[in-house]
């Protein structure tokens, strides 16, 4: 508790429900002395240390308004203490537990009904917190200089700040990952061991079990139908008459994402089924390093909420929750933030990139022989353990001036360097593929053959200063065979004068197909 009570998370979104029992300060002691923040608009307790609302731009400011109506930023988990009998109506029944028990919250208001990219960038550079929870980003990526969240987590990494981001969840409209830049940590959704689950029985006496979220009592002789118009979106249903029947909605509304069955619930429909295959919750571009990072439970988690919004988010809808069940990529990444608390409480003076490595190398790996149909666009390097990332053995270590060589590499000019880094003076050297990730990835020519090489360093952190590593190369995927892999040296001896240790991957192929994405292969190192 003493260490983790040091550490102060930030927290850019919507803000939240200071009254919910979530922030509790019970059994707490004062902030770190550290600390020189304090509440707007609300007052700070040993828990909350910080709540401000980010307005950099002239508008009307309500009485109270750092109390968020959209409820977005209200479903995080607080990285610390224990809250019970948490439920939504019965449903998740149980005690939840923050990452971090001890950690502070520092709140930050930066969206208000959408999120400013100068409020963003006043809460990137406000205060003297160790993380940054960051559940906000664009549709689809932008460049660097043109994105608030890099440009902001770049000062933040500057100052010893890793933030944590959500991935983004937009898969189904063709997107990609919407927060790539490699001094931030993006983190995907994953399930979690348990599934809420219903079932609907057809005319025909077959069972359908299907994902579910209620607490509805049980239909009776429900009539199944098709929407009128071939959406589930209100406009689609107009016209028709879904009053007591069920209404069977294709996954897909349009571009804009998923359908949620909100359409129907507004048309008084008794139900709805969505058909469809599941979601991918991210997918990634291809960048030197692989993207997203990891991947954190991130569907169907129970959070707190706020009675100022239905369960919904429909105004039709007038129930009130203190917490809800809800799932997305926005959910996955405070537990990651939490799980760089945890490790920033034990290893103050590590730098962003090393937090960052620490947490990627042990992830649970997630391309065993029954996921075979997904890739690592999706997950990252595994699941997240923040167990094992306390004690990685081994991490890859960066710098500012590391970051800049890698957008120098990419073509980004003096212009758009200053509107990151806020200076002109850039040293540019060497390849993107240099940048020293624990992943790499790279995007080759088609219908060619390859070879890429990579070159890194690492820093032994493990509790043995003399410590021999060996590697060795793990091949994934049916076209395996197809990848020669060669690390150089395969061996690394470290000692009390020698903490870190420099090699280089080769990686050849055979000719890969436009488009084609997919040839893996994992890397590890253990004590000898």
């Known amino acids: 508790m003493p260490l983790e009570g040091e550490v102060i998370v930030g927290m850019l979104d919507s803000g939240v429900w200071p009254d919910s029992p979530s922030f509790s300060d019970e059994g707490f002691g004062p902030p770190p002395t550290r600390w020189k923040g304090s509440c707007q608009n609300f007052t700070c307790n040993n828990t909350r240390v910080r709540h401000r609302v980010e307005q950099q731009r002239r508008r009307p400011v309500a009485v109270g308004q750092g109390r968020p109506r959209q409820p977005h930023g209200v479903d995080r988990r607080r990285p610390g203490g224990r809250q019970r009998e948490l439920s939504l109506a019965g449903l998740a029944a149980g005690t939840a537990r923050g990452a971090v028990p001890g950690a502070r919250l520092a709140i930050y208001k930066v969206c208000h009904g959408g999120c400013g990219d100068a409020d963003v960038l006043a809460a990137f550079d406000d205060d003297g917190v160790d993380v940054i929870s960051f559940s906000v980003g664009n549709l689809v990526p932008t460049p660097y200089f043109e994105d608030a ?20 969840n937009s898969a189904l409209a063709g997107g990609h990952v919407s927060n ?22 057809l005319g025909n006496g077959k069972t359908i079990v299907g994902a579910s979220i209620n607490t509805f009592p ?15 979106e209100p406009d689609g249903l107009a016209g028709g008459s879904y009053q007591g029947k069920i209404v069977l909605c294709p996954a897909d509304n349009d571009d804009d994402g998923p359908n949620d069955g909100t359409g129907p619930f507004m048309a008084g429909a008794a139900g709805a089924v969505i058909v469809g295959r599941d979601p991918n919750l991210s997918q990634a571009v291809i960048l030197p390093a692989l993207v997203p990072d990891l991947a954190a439970p991130g569907v169907e988690i129970i959070a707190s909420w706020t009675p100022l919004s239905s369960p919904t988010g429909e ?37 962003p990139a090393m937090i960052i490595s620490a947490l990627v190398t042990t992830a649970t790996p997630m391309n065993t022989p029954a996921n075979s149909g997904s890739n690592e666009l999706n997950y990252g390097a595994g699941q997240l353990n923040s167990s094992k990332a306390r004690d990685p053995g081994l991490v890859y ?53 390859f070879t890429v ?42 000692g009390e004068q020698r903490r870190t240790a420099s090699f280089s991957v080769s990686v050849s192929g055979e000719a890969m197909e436009a488009e084609e994405v997919g040839r893996w292969c994992g890397l590890t190192a253990s004590t000898k």
């Open 218 to 232: 049980a239909l009776q002789n429900a009539p199944l139908v098709f929407p009128i118009n071939g959406t589930c």
């Open 149 to 168: 969240g890099a440009i902001g987590s770049f000062h933040a990494m500057r100052r010893g700040v890793v933030t944590s981001a959500a991935a983004g």
């Open 315 to 351: 105004p039709v809808d007038k129930r009130r929750v203190l917490y809800n069940i809800v799932s997305g990529t926005s959910m996955a990444c405070p537990h990651a933030s939490g799980a760089a608390a945890y490790v920033k409480s034990h290893h103050r003076d590590w730098s």
């Open 180 to 201: 790539v830049a490699p001094w931030m940590l993006s983190v995907a959704a994953s399930s979690i061991d348990r599934r809420f689950v219903d079932k609907i029985i």
């Open 453 to 494: 090489r990579f070159r890194r360093t690492v820093t032994n952190v493990g509790a043995s200063p003399a410590a021999v590593y060996v590697a060795r190369v793990v091949l994934h995927g049916a076209r395996r065979r197809e990848l020669a892999v060669v690390v150089s040296p395969d061996r690394l001896e470290f």
């Open 397 to 449: 270590d960066a710098s500012e001036r590391d970051y800049v060589a890698m957008l120098c590499a990419q073509g980004y000019n003096a212009t758009q360097l200053a509107l990151i880094t806020g200076s002109r003076a850039a040293a540019c050297a060497g390849a993107a593929s240099d940048l020293n990730y624990p992943t790499m990835a790279a995007n080759v020519a088609p219908w060619r053959n």
